[in-house]
């Protein structure tokens, strides 16, 4: 089906993936779910393997691969089931680091990306704030300069990585145009930054997630990522790797949750036949199976665009609102066919169910991402 993007490389890395994640992650995933985190040195291990800076520069550790092999990273990934530990990597690789990547100066750089790509400096990103989620413009967080550097002042919510992460880049509003906003590179331990609450959620459970609070918080001036003032254009331009990252994950779960549920009902027999021998049961996984294989085919093509440098924020809205909303209609109509086992917390569907729904509200809502797609008609 993907044939005409994936190379011989592609499938190694695939293999490579799936391999880690049946000896590293699966067995072991539920404890973490219990915990609430993911151990840091299984993020090490990514780090040792290779696997956490694919897109950056060897010179800092990463293979400069392009975004369809980021792709098909995303994607190996997520055919974990647990979206805690998926999220946990992906918010590391693809939706808070970038932001050096994109923006760092060299010594920023030098300075960070080492241990981004080891695994030794975990990454968040300080975006989401009370009253500011999808509408990112709307953040209240403020830095203003102070003598040769600038203080911040603010709180950020939902920062997935926010308890246990090293490095995190915040955005904070740096003039009174509703754009006007900055980047910056805040270390933990710095004095007035600290984790408000870490917060409980219905589904990723071993991925944490905390509020932020800066207050007054003092940086040197070279804390600044990107150009002063440009954060708005630099969070929309990561926002892309962001959204296809997400659809990976979705297509993931509905892999999974696909996968799972033609095992259950080739076995499961009620009235004298099993599931599969209904008509109805098998009918409706066909089409399930149908909508997943047109939406994969569609995020491989907004990749392989974004490799030819083309303007695809038209697609990858489109992508991001189509996924989010097919996860949660395959799933659902996967766990239907479980019966009252689909409904039991440490199940595969249940947990899948669970993690599923955040994928239509992260990232930027369906309804977000539609208005997005319709602006640009």
Request: glycine share 10%.
């Amino acid at each position: 089906m993907d044939s005409i993007y994936i190379t011989p490389e592609h499938e190694q890395l695939r293999e490579q993936i799936a391999r880690f994640i049946a000896r590293e992650v699966e067995p072991h995933a539920l404890a973490w779910e219990d915990a609430g985190c993911v151990p840091r040195e299984v993020l090490r291990k990514l780090g040792d393997a290779g696997l956490l800076g694919l897109p950056y520069a060897a010179e800092h550790g990463g293979a400069e691969a392009d975004a369809l092999t980021n792709l098909v990273f995303a994607e190996a990934l997520s055919q974990s089931t647990f979206g805690g530990f998926i999220i946990t990597v992906l918010v590391h690789t693809d939706m808070a680091s970038p932001h050096l990547h994109h923006a760092g100066t060299n010594a920023q750089k030098a300075r960070y990306m080492p241990g981004i790509t080891a695994g030794r400096t975990i990454t968040a990103v300080g975006i989401s704030e009370p009253g500011a989620g999808s509408d990112v413009a709307g953040i209240k967080t403020t830095a203003r300069r102070v003598g040769e550097g600038w203080l911040l002042n603010g709180t950020k919510l939902f920062i997935t990585n926010g308890v246990h992460a090293d490095l995190y880049f915040i955005a904070a509003k740096t003039t009174d145009a509703r754009h006007g906003m900055s980047m910056f590179i805040v270390e933990k331990g710095t004095p007035g930054f600290t984790v408000g609450r870490a917060l409980k959620k219905s589904g990723w459970l071993s991925s944490d997630t905390a509020e932020l609070v800066l207050d007054n918080v003092r940086l040197p001036q070279d804390a600044l990522l990107g150009e002063e003032n440009k954060g708005f254009y630099s969070v929309m331009q990561n926002f892309q790797t962001e959204r296809i990252a997400l659809g990976a994950m979705a297509i993931g779960h509905c892999t999974q949750a696909l996968r799972v549920t033609l095992d259950h009902v080739r076995e499961r027999r009620a009235f004298g036949a099993t599931l599969f021998d209904k008509q109805v049961v098998r009918q409706r996984l066909a089409m399930l199976d149908a909508k997943v294989r047109a939406a994969r085919a569609f995020m491989y093509h907004c990749a392989w665009r974004v490799t030819q440098q083309h303007d695809v924020v038209q697609e990858v809205s489109m992508l991001k609102a189509l996924t989010g909303e097919l996860v949660n209609e395959v799933v659902s109509g996967c766990q239907q066919f479980h019966g009252g086992m689909g409904y039991m917390r440490d199940t595969v569907i249940e947990r899948l169910w669970r993690d599923a729904r955040v994928l239509a509200i992260g990232g930027g809502a369906t309804e977000v991402m539609l208005d997005e797609v319709a602006k640009r008609y």
